[in-house]
């Protein structure tokens, strides 16, 4: 059934209402960027999301969400109607609406035709129930990145990708198809215009996306997004740039939730840990000194399930602990936090028939029910048949609620690990849920699970620790996810070809809105990684912002990051650049809390307009705005090539800063100690030495290497790294800038009520042709060494380094909110005299 004939269009309160002959459709302009057009064959347009936070109407869940969801004021947009077709403009766009055969076009301020439905067949419901939306695509020019997690390249182009969440163990990691998470949103670019535009359906049904895959002579060149049921509720998220795209999307479904600092240190795991017979607890605090004796940092440990198994048959019983493996749990949380150690205990939403607290559940009524209504629905589950707790339901999430508060977090747990939570042995899509008395299924509301059990553990936390901050840990989740949790890749297969694509994973997780993402290091399923294998994981996983090894090998083994003695130095080494670049990552997530910029982004991100950005053949990204990363994925490689964008120059940051010019693909070797990194000609890279531990240390003192080819900046963020004060403007925002020139200024004004806890600072500026002239810290003259021991133990002056050409300052950390460095590099002669221009 096709929708092709517009019969009428209605002024409603939030927009127009357009009756057709087979659907009716609702256009929303909600701001001048961001459009609604919502297709209803049935015709109803029941308002009920769990997934939007910013409206322009009511919503049967504005309650449940209170504190989290705004309601703005649509705009009121003209209709201007012609012969064949209404036209609306807002001040950023256009949209035209064809009449017969019903499709839209739309274009930018400029009259630039930016997307158009392919228009004989734009909207359809097939025999089967299945609603499907067909797009217009240049396939020589146009690119699509996001889709939630995705296995392969970037760029998904001539791909056909299924939203229909699995527990998806030892998945293939080029073309393995569907993952864990179901984000329908995409970002299209196109390489010519580099106009960029977002497309989230905003339907949580299972679905496909078919990016040209498919192919028919009778049409245009097209892509498809079909659904099994629901509406097509499609969001235009009109950019016109990738970061405007992303904001926008994150301004519908949330941004990123601020992690804590302890959360982006190193995490441990393993499934055997909790597996012993007894005792886990002291084999645990044994694998945390051996982290200690071997130096490589340690702030967090996943507890597997099996602490939870019962004692007499092994299998899990989530709220349950074995006390032969933990007789203390209490105890066991107060020495870990003692040891400053953040223990994440995993939780599993099915429930087995000899559950423990199974009378409690039957009594509260908590489970799925099955397709009549008239009983709890029955699935696979680990250890045998069990059911699923309904978090649609005030009954399913109050008794979780209660249970984890009592069970675990009031135990001294302060992280919620919410594992299995796709729901997958649920396959009877008519399994019936609560759905806030309503009634839904499964069909629908299946993902959505788990961003309610992720709500859940969001009110847990705060009641049981009020005024901290939340952590909380997804494997499965819906668009929106990324406002509660910090999410993973699930359960990776150790292989060369792992590490390798899951940098575009991670990469396309940023591009749908969820920047706090990370694949488990070594590998989970398959048997130990191989002493290369498993360094190079490492160097990759130090980016991450989820940077956690976990494994359940199936040779009877344990990944553990000292597990080759002959690799340890190289170990060592790339776990101190995770932690010395831990203040540089702390602000990027900061950034991503506002505004939804991942920390690892693509090259386009950064540079639009280098047409060979788009394409994703070196599997390379950005971190953060000013390094440019090419991890080592090849197994015994020397050399690595890669693509320096266009534009600015880049330094080798191991090579002493050797200068490329951009617009290049370069080849440069390798060892096993490489992690090819490079600095943007334009940027500034913070890092420190202070920071073994996250808990115990503090930043005393800081490191800028900043490049000033063009004016550029950074904003550095500090906080206490654990409560909600940054709210309240308990913070320290410090804007850096540079500007450019033969003298470079370099300012920084601080923001906020957070006590800057930096006493020492130390700034290389880098200089490639000369030594500075002279140098002021806030209006006052430093001091000029030659010597460099001299220049060590000065409290405040300046020295060029001629390995690396950079001029190095260092100096006490000014007390006032605003100061500036000023690094003159003009033309001088012997005697100090600065010679006149010609």
């Known amino acids: 059934m096709l929708l092709k004939q517009v019969h009428s269009v209605e002024k409603i309160e939030c927009g127009y209402l357009v009756h057709g002959d087979a659907a009716d459709a609702m256009l929303v302009f909600m701001n001048d960027h961001i459009l609604r057009i919502r297709v209803a064959f049935d015709r109803k347009f029941k308002e009920e999301s769990y997934t939007l936070v910013t409206t322009a109407w009511p919503d049967r869940m504005d309650q449940l969400l209170e504190g ?56 359809e419901q097939d025999h089967l129930g299945r609603l499907s939306h067909y797009s217009c695509v240049d396939m020589k020019h146009d690119h699509f990145y996001g889709f939630g997690e995705k296995t392969g390249h970037l760029d998904k182009k001539g791909r056909r990708l299924r939203m229909s969440p699995k527990d998806a163990i030892g998945h293939d990691p080029e073309h393995g198809d569907p993952m864990y998470k179901h984000i329908p949103f995409y ?55 990738v970061p405007a795209v992303l904001e926008q999307y994150t301004l519908l479904t949330g941004r990123c939730a601020l992690p804590t600092k302890q959360s982006l240190g190193y995490c441990a795991s393993t499934m055997y840990y909790a597996e012993l017979e007894k005792n886990c607890d002291e084999e645990i605090y044994r694998v945390i000194d051996k982290h200690r004796a071997e130096n490589i940092p340690i702030d967090n440990f996943w507890l597997a399930s099996g602490y939870t198994s019962g004692e007499e048959d092994n299998l899990r019983y989530v709220f349950n602990w074995n006390y032969r493996r933990f007789p203390d749990p209490a105890g066991f949380f107060a020495r870990m936090n003692a040891m400053g150690i953040n223990v994440i205990p995993n939780l599993k939403p099915g429930i087995l028939k000899n559950h ?51 069970n675990v977090l009031e135990l001294g747990v302060k992280t919620v690990w919410n594992d299995n939570c796709e729901m997958d042995g649920v396959e009877d899509r008519n399994a019936q849920c609560d759905f806030e008395g309503a009634k839904g299924t499964m069909a629908d509301l299946k993902i959505m699970h788990s961003n309610l059990m992720a709500y859940v ?12 901050r939340p952590y909380i840990i997804n494997r499965a989740g819906f668009a929106g996810i990324q406002r509660y949790a910090q999410v993973w890749g699930g359960d990776n297969l150790t292989d060369w070809r792992t590490v390798k694509f899951n940098i575009a994973t991670i990469v396309g997780m940023g591009l749908s809105g969820c920047a706090n993402m990370g694949c488990d290091i070594g590998g989970f399923h398959g048997g130990a990684p191989e002493g290369e294998l498993m360094l190079r994981w490492i160097q990759s996983g130090v980016f991450q912002p989820r940077f956690c090894m976990n494994s359940a090998n199936d040779d009877n083994t344990v990944t553990q990051p000292w597990m080759y003695p002959e690799h340890n130095d190289h170990v060592r080494a790339a776990y101190q650049l995770r932690y010395q670049m831990m203040p540089y990552l702390y602000s990027l997530m900061y950034q991503a809390n506002q505004d939804g910029t991942p920390a690892m982004r693509p090259l386009f991100w950064e540079f639009p307009q280098d047409e060979n950005c788009y394409k994703d053949e070196h599997l390379t990204f950005m971190f953060g705005p000013a390094v440019l990363v090419a991890n080592v994925v090849e197994k015994g490689a020397k050399e690595r090539t890669l693509y320096l964008p266009k534009g600015c120059t ?23 100690g490489s992690i090819p990194m490079f600095l943007r000609g334009s940027g500034v890279f913070v890092t420190t030495k202070d920071v073994q531990h996250i808990l115990r240390d503090t930043m005393r003192s800081l490191d800028l290497l900043v490049a000033a080819e063009q004016d550029n900046s950074f904003v550095l963020y500090d ?20 500007q450019a020139g033969d003298r470079t200024v370099i300012k920084f004004r601080k923001e906020g009520n957070y006590a800057d806890t930096v006493e020492q600072v130390n700034l290389r500026l880098v200089s490639k042709q000369k030594g500075a002239y002279w140098v002021t810290v806030n209006g006052k003259p430093v001091m000029r060494t030659l010597v460099k021991e001299v220049f060590d133990e000065a409290e405040c002056a300046w ?21 500036e460095v000023v690094v003159s590099t003009e033309k001088f002669d012997l005697v100090g005299m600065v010679l006149e221009e010609e």
């Open 719 to 738: 906080d206490d790294g654990h409560t909600q004060q940054y709210q309240e403007g308990v913070y320290c925002r410090t804007n850096i800038t540079v």
């Open 799 to 819: 020295y060029y380094d001629l390995s690396d050409r950079t001029i190095w300052v260092k100096y006490p950390n000014p007390s006032e909110k605003e100061y």
């Open 457 to 468: 553990g969001k009110q847990a936390l705060a009641e049981v620790y009020p005024g901290e």
């Open 187 to 241: 970002i299209r670019v196109n390489d010519q215009t580099k106009q960029a535009l977002g497309l989230f359906y905003h339907n949580s049904h299972d679905s496909v996306f078919d990016m040209g895959q498919e192919i028919s002579g009778y049409w245009d060149r097209y892509c498809y997004y079909q659904t099994d049921g629901g509406d097509i509720d499609l969001f235009l998220l009109c950019g016109p740039t």
């Open 68 to 123: 989290e969801r705004t309601r703005i004021q649509a705009l009121d947009v003209d209709c201007q109607e012609d012969e064949n077709t209404f036209t609306f403009r807002t001040a950023a766009v256009t949209l035209v609406m064809r009449k017969c055969p019903m499709s839209f076009r739309l274009y930018d301020a400029q009259g630039n035709l930016i997307y158009q439905d392919l228009r004989e067949r734009a909207f």
């Open 356 to 406: 423990p607290y199974r009378e409690l559940f039957e009594k509260n009524s908590v489970f799925v029910k099955n397709a009549q209504g008239d009983g709890d629905y029955y699935g696979r589950w680990w250890g045998g048949e069990g059911r699923f707790f309904d978090f649609t339901g005030e009954a399913g999430r109050n008794t979780w609620k209660e249970l984890l508060k009592k």
């Open 650 to 672: 880049w330094y080798d940051m191991n090579d002493h800063l050797r200068a490329y010019e951009g617009g290049q693909t370069i080849t440069v070797p390798v060892d096993l």
